[in-house]
């Protein structure tokens, strides 16, 4: 900083100033120095003024911007404090005993659980007979027994029109209604990975005190969480979102029926599917129309069963000491289909004439021969005026081989 001289040593007028200054100077502190020189001097020193205010602003930022991490995250740290104790504490807690469930044999205490199924299975029948279980406090599928009896349940459809989802559920003979609350999201974009929404479902879930969530089905209800990139990614961040979202607004059980290849056997999309859930209930449908419910997980082991249905009410069930091990019960339609073909190796039918000559309808047709091609019992080739043919393999296999030796000899001839 520069000092001036007392009035008794100011110089005579001119172009300088005798002044003394904290810092060496290039002229020495008791030599003139111009007034350009001055100037330099007075800007450099309003500079790192400004430099330090600025440094300040930017350490203020930060500390700013760390009370703020810590004040939203409050509420994760006090979780982390209450869960925080001893073995002894924790084994205190609750007495010995076996596994406990919220739904008998197939949804452990606080548990998650996805439902996989392949189209048309009875995903949705399922989701709509689980929502009336738990309102009514009735068991689920006849036979499962929901713990704590009656309770709300939300049910989130992202699939349904609003009548056909009304309908379903009237259907269904829910007689607690007011247990059961719907939102009906197809055609909105409702994205859970946005705060805003995050939070309105924290609040919503939480006023009407839900102890069943419902998300049907799952890849739709994470809109926004698809990535260009690993889709484990993208799932691992929705799964973490919803247990989130699940413990702000104390939801005791977290449902999300996914789809499945034709087959039934794994959920689309992401291997992370079958990280998250403590229980995994996997619904198939075969070729005669027969459904089974089967369920593993943490302590979750529940063999295949035979599911029936009420076509009137479209209600699911389990009957006592059902197993998928039942007797025989005929040909299925694919094993016709396939007998069909042995017997006229000449003849290779669309979907309109496998309907003629199993006596079914079209769109049965396209869903037999759809079976039958996925489990490799057939194969479908294109045929005249974009129709879609089906084969024996051994049939096409010789077609192909005859064709090839064909097109050899015309190569030949020429």
């Not at 076996?98 to 606080?110: M, N, S, T, V």
Request: hydrophobic residues 35%; contains cysteine; aromatic residues 6%.
């Amino acid at each position: 900083m520069l000092q001036e001289t007392p009035d008794s040593e100011t110089p005579p007028c001119g172009s300088g100033a005798r002044v003394r200054f904290d810092q060496p100077l290039p002229c020495g502190p008791d030599e003139l120095i111009s007034d350009d020189d001055l100037e330099r001097l007075i800007e450099a020193d309003r500079r790192r003024n400004e430099i330090r205010q600025y440094a300040e602003y930017e350490l203020f930022k930060r500390e700013a911007k760390r009370m703020a991490d810590a004040l939203e995250h409050e509420s994760d740290i006090a979780a982390l404090d209450a869960r925080s104790r001893s073995l002894t504490e924790f084994l205190a807690e609750k007495p010995a005993g076996g596994p406990r469930y919220d739904i008998a044999e197939l949804l452990p205490i606080e548990g998650n659980f996805t439902l996989l199924a392949a189209k048309k299975t009875g995903k949705t029948t399922t989701t709509v007979e689980l929502v009336r279980a738990v309102a009514d406090g009735e068991p689920f599928l006849g036979r499962f027994e929901i713990t704590d009896g009656p309770g709300n349940v939300a049910v989130w459809d992202y699939e349904m029109s609003e009548d056909q989802l009304r309908e379903w559920i009237r259907d269904a003979g829910v007689r607690n209604t007011g247990n059961v609350h719907v939102l009906s999201l197809r055609g909105l974009y409702a994205s859970l990975r946005t705060p805003a929404t995050r939070e309105w479902a924290v609040k919503w879930l939480r006023d009407r005190q839900i102890r069943v969530w419902v998300l049907d089905p799952a890849h739709r209800a994470m809109t926004g969480f698809t990535t260009q990139g690993d889709p484990n990614d993208a799932v691992l961040e929705f799964t973490e979102t919803l247990e989130r979202i699940k413990r702000e607004a104390g939801v005791r059980n977290l449902g999300l029926p996914i789809h499945t290849g034709i087959r039934g056997d794994h959920a689309r999309g992401a291997s992370r599917w079958g990280d998250w859930p403590d229980a995994i209930w996997t619904l198939k449908k075969d070729e005669s129309g027969r459904r089974t419910l089967q369920a593993e997980g943490r302590d979750v082991n529940f063999q295949p069963a035979d599911l029936k249905m009420d076509p009137n009410t479209r209600r699911l069930s389990v009957p006592a000491f059902a197993n998928a091990s039942s007797a025989y019960q005929g040909p299925s339609d694919v094993d016709k289909l396939c007998m069909w073909l042995a017997s006229n190796p000449g003849k290779h039918p669309s979907k309109r004439s496998v309907a003629l000559a199993l006596g079914v309808s079209q769109e049965k047709a396209a869903s037999i021969m759809e079976l039958a091609e996925d489990a490799e019992r057939i194969v479908i080739q294109p045929g005249p005026r974009r129709s879609h043919r089906a084969w024996l393999p051994e049939h096409w296999e010789a077609e192909q081989k005859a064709r090839q030796e064909d097109a050899q000899g015309r190569q030949m001839e020429l």
